[in-house]
């Protein structure tokens, strides 16, 4: 009876090469110690004193740093090497990180976080240009959700005890995210030499497809045009959630901590099982991440139907399955409409998309809330996800 079951998981996990597990093992350690931008609201509106409206904005600067930095990071990586890019922008954001607790007025907020994200976020494109490296068509898929679940079992340890931390003092979580976000750096450095230039076994490109630019490439604009939609409401999760949470249901940081912990914990225990059973059954990536929209959409709308604190688990649910059946198929897509020599650049795009719904989510989400109420946020946010959703459906059979 458990041994089938324990098959199925090592099935699910089987056959990744060892440097996959390398790279998920250097983003546990960075994860478990992100905890600043989950709280990151409630520093600024219970810690700093800022207004919910400033709030929105520094979150919209955080989002302007990772779009110039993703941006960064994919022109870099196709000329420095993904290697390099990582463990500098680790480094560099690690500094960065310990520097921003320092920062208490406005402006200088606005430039620290700015700065930080620009250095943090050329980290993106390059990771995931090592795991299309070290992976193969085969078993791309499941590197990125192994991925994933390092970035989740770690953002689960990290989100928990960030609460506690924040509880006690917000200082504490830029220490902890500065010196893991270090070590995460120094980690990669030290066990992850620089890969050839060659990539074993990949395909040779035709002249057309080495020169083949991400911005003229019409259907994976398309997609990013839907991909920047869905993730306009997925980040919802980290800039206007909390404070609804938090003013609506009453639950204290602690509380949103355990939520946070329970979404990554389902992402460790379900995730690889699941892009595993949907690869095997051959479903269709772009269907996968159509289902994935519109369970992202359901997860906000379902609080103007169930006013309960209580439904915040139920969210919690629906939210994580949505991440799951979306981001691997999301990363799956964009790696397989590029080629070596231009990996970079479509992955920076494909990061660029997230960098810019960072920038609109948080004021987007700040501004509804503060003039029309979040009752309002919700069904605007579950409006968008259905039309992410429906763009997706519009892709499926052009893209797969």
């Known amino acids: ?10 099935n699910a996990y089987g056959g ?4 996959a597990w390398l790279l998920a093992g250097v983003m546990f350690v960075n994860r478990c110690g992100t905890m600043v931008l989950p709280y990151l609201t409630l520093y600024l509106t219970q810690r700093l004193h800022f207004t919910v409206a400033q709030a929105g904005w520094v979150m919209g600067i955080y989002g302007l740093g990772a779009l110039a930095g993703t941006y960064l990071g994919g022109r870099l990586t196709d000329r420095l090497g993904f290697h390099t890019i990582q463990v500098g922008s680790l480094l560099l954001a690690g ?3 310990l520097s921003l607790r320092f920062l208490h007025d406005f402006p200088t907020i606005c430039a620290g976080v700015f700065m930080f994200t620009l250095l943090g ?6 990771n995931s240009v090592a795991i299309a490296h070290y992976s193969t068509p085969e078993n791309r898929t499941r590197a990125y959700s192994l991925n ?4 989740n079992l770690g953002w689960s340890i990290g989100g928990g005890m960030g609460g506690v931390l924040a509880a006690i003092n917000y200082d504490y979580l830029f220490w902890a995210d500065g010196f893991t976000c270090l070590a995460a750096g120094l980690l990669l450095w030290l066990t992850l030499k620089p890969a050839p230039a060659a990539e074993p076994g990949e395909q040779v490109e035709t002249p057309a497809e080495v020169a083949q630019s991400p911005y003229h490439d019409r259907l994976y ?18 800039s206007t959630l909390p404070l609804y949470l938090k003013e609506v249901h009453g639950l204290n940081e602690a509380q949103i901590g355990l939520l946070t912990t329970f979404n990554g914990l389902l992402i460790v225990a379900v995730e690889m099982a699941l892009i595993y059973e949907l690869e095997k ?31 915040a688990l139920v969210s919690t649910v629906l939210y994580t399955f949505g991440e799951m059946l979306t981001m691997p198929f999301m990363q799956t897509v964009a790696v397989e409409r590029s080629g070596a020599a231009n990996r970079g650049q479509y992955l920076g795009l494909y990061s660029m998309g997230f960098s810019f719904a960072q920038i609109t989510a948080p004021s987007l989400g700040a501004q509804l809330a503060s003039r029309a109420g979040f009752t309002t946020l919700w069904y605007v946010i579950a409006g968008i996800c259905l039309v992410a959703g429906l763009g997706f459906r519009w892709l499926r059979g052009r893209l797969d």
């Open 1 to 10: 009876m458990i041994a089938r079951p324990l098959r199925y998981y090592r």
């Open 16 to 19: 990744l090469p060892r440097t």
């Open 95 to 97: 500094m960065m990180l």
């Open 121 to 126: 976020d050329t980290f993106r494109p390059a």
């Open 148 to 151: 994933r679940l390092a970035i």
């Open 221 to 238: 604009l398309a997609f990013m045009a839907f991909l920047t939609l869905f993730a306009i409401g997925f980040f919802q999760l980290f």
């Open 281 to 311: 059954k051959q479903v269709r990536r772009t269907t996968a991440i159509q289902t994935g929209a519109w369970l992202m959409g359901a997860a906000y709308l379902v609080f103007n139907l169930v006013p309960y604190a209580a439904i």
